[in-house]
């Protein structure tokens, strides 16, 4: 099935922070997000989902643990179980990123 922004829900999870959901089931999550410049995810971590952040467009700012990387874009990342971490979209344009969750995260998302 065709997926795109125009066939699936936008979800704004954050003020300027917005989420289409690609593909969801018990195995994997695929979500396509867009922070807009000088957006943030809150600090958290995940109890049961390993996730994998790929740049598609942009510049973001990602701290995991005590560990500061510059992302731009085709980077990608893997945020292990347990691991605090937050994006930050630290461009002048908006940053549009996979966000791939196996398992998809449910209720352990963790704020810290």
């Known amino acids: ?21 690609l593909i969801d089931d018990k195995k994997v999550s695929i979500k396509m997000e867009e922070i807009y410049p000088g957006g943030r995810s809150d600090t958290h971590f995940h ?22 990387f510059d992302l731009k874009k085709h980077d990608g990342l893997e945020i292990p179980l347990n691991k605090k971490h937050q994006i930050i979209n ?6 549009i990123f996979l966000l791939i969750s196996f398992p998809p995260v449910q209720e352990d998302d963790i704020r810290v």
């Open 1 to 21: 099935m065709l997926k795109n922004r125009q066939n699936t829900t936008r979800v704004e999870w954050s003020a300027g922070c917005f989420s289409w959901q």
């Open 90 to 95: 630290s461009g002048e344009n908006n940053l």
């Open 47 to 68: 109890t049961k989902s390993i996730q994998f952040f790929f740049i598609l467009e942009g510049e973001a700012s990602f701290s995991l643990e005590d560990t500061q």
